[in-house]
């Protein structure tokens, strides 16, 4: 079992930064993939960034390319996502997830392909 606990998130102006981070409670955690997903009101769940177990790959969605990075941190059990620009439409509730993959050095995008969440982060970013 892996337990995921998310933090930071809050409120933000368009054009500002916030930082999401996501705390894993495993000891296997080097072995997971993990990805960060938002959910906005009346939408789908949809990717927004992931890294690999070894941290060798990284994807985002289009809509955040170049203005969000995701990063992890092994020896701290943890998994960031620093959100640069930020516009309305990011306004959402943020998830951390926890996937595991065969291949260390790659992962795959969709939320079925992830075992584990967090209970989710409010982002809004006003106009």
């Known amino acids: 079992q892996v337990q995921l606990v998310e933090s930071g998130g809050g409120l933000a102006q368009a054009g500002g930064s916030l930082r999401v981070s996501c705390a894993a409670s495993?000891?296997?955690?080097?072995?997971?993939?993990m990805g960060w997903f938002r959910q906005a009101p009346g939408k789908d769940r949809e990717f927004v960034a992931g890294?690999?177990?070894?941290?060798?790959?990284?994807r985002y969605a289009d809509s955040v390319k170049g203005r969000f990075a995701i990063s992890r941190d092994n020896a701290k059990n943890t998994v960031s996502l620093q959100m640069n620009s930020l516009k309305p439409e990011d306004t959402a509730v943020y998830y951390c997830?926890?996937?595991?993959?065969?291949?260390?050095?790659?992962?795959?995008?969709?939320?079925?392909?992830?075992?584990?969440w967090g209970q989710g982060t409010q982002v809004t970013v006003s106009s």
């Open positions: 890294i690999s177990a070894s941290g060798g790959a990284i």
């Open positions: 495993t000891r296997t955690f080097t072995v997971y993939a």
């Open positions: 997830a926890a996937g595991y993959f065969r291949d260390y050095s790659n992962f795959a995008t969709g939320r079925s392909d992830y075992n584990y």
